[in-house]
């Protein structure tokens, strides 16, 4: 039974770039949540998909946009790129959005 | 909006020494989830919380609930070199609102 996977693992771009990041929930789950986690913080909520909508959005400007597949998948898009940017993009799977959520392993984003 | 807010921020102990790390709410909150994230890892769900001075036990990890419902607390008593890492309460509104974590380090 795979958990949650992302892709890719590291990825480095350059100010003003454009990024697309995966995830691929739990089996079994139907909502995606998306974090951003910078050194020595805690998880920031970025926003939540389920049945193909975002159902909540935190304090993140429209340059992070996101999408969910009818396969419950999800990709996170972050457009203009910032330095700021650079953190750990998590990406949580749950069934509901009450329910406890299962991360995966992140995608470490270094904007040079 | 709501926060929760952890203290202490870090903790050194000495193997077999206790840890107890607490989390603060202005507001009360529906529920509180407990998450542990080792070095270099993800988050891993530990517990939730529900219901007013709700107490959990997981082997030497025991989760209170307070019963205002504003705070929790988790306790790890003879805390073992594989309890490092930092625990993170939070509350779960569809959206997970993290504190800021407790760093544990323990030596050997």
């Known amino acids: 039974d795979a958990g949650v996977t992302q892709s890719p693992t590291h990825l480095i771009k350059t100010r003003g770039q454009q990024v697309t990041l995966r995830c691929s929930p739990k089996s079994g789950h139907d909502t995606v949540s998306w974090y951003q986690q910078a050194l020595g913080q805690g998880p920031q909520f970025i926003f939540q998909?389920?049945?193909?909508?975002?159902?909540q959005r935190g304090n993140f400007p429209d340059r992070f946009s996101g999408h969910q597949f009818p396969n419950y998948s999800s990709e996170l898009n972050v457009n203009a790129l910032l330095l700021g940017d650079s953190a750990l993009y998590l990406c949580?799977?749950?069934?509901?959005?009450?329910?406890?959520?299962?991360f995966g392993d992140g995608t470490r984003l270094s904007i040079l | 909006g709501q926060q929760v807010m952890q203290i202490p921020q870090y903790q050194h102990v000495q193997e077999g020494e206790d840890f107890t790390t607490y989390c603060n709410s202005s507001t009360t909150l529906s529920n509180i989830q407990w998450y542990k994230q080792r070095p270099g890892g993800h988050p891993v769900f530990l517990i939730q919380?529900?219901?007013?001075?709700e107490v959990k036990k997981q082997k030497r990890l025991t989760f209170q609930f307070g019963e205002a419902k504003k705070n929790s607390s988790l306790h790890i008593t003879a805390t073992q070199t594989t309890d490092v890492g930092t625990y993170f309460c939070?509350?779960?509104?569809?959206?997970?609102?993290f504190g800021q974590g407790t760093t544990l380090q323990v030596k050997p």
């Open positions: 998909y389920y049945e193909e909508e975002e159902r």
């Open positions: 939070s509350s779960n509104t569809g959206k997970l609102i």
């Open positions: 919380l529900v219901k007013s001075g």
């Open positions: 949580a799977s749950s069934l509901r959005d009450i329910q406890p959520q299962h």
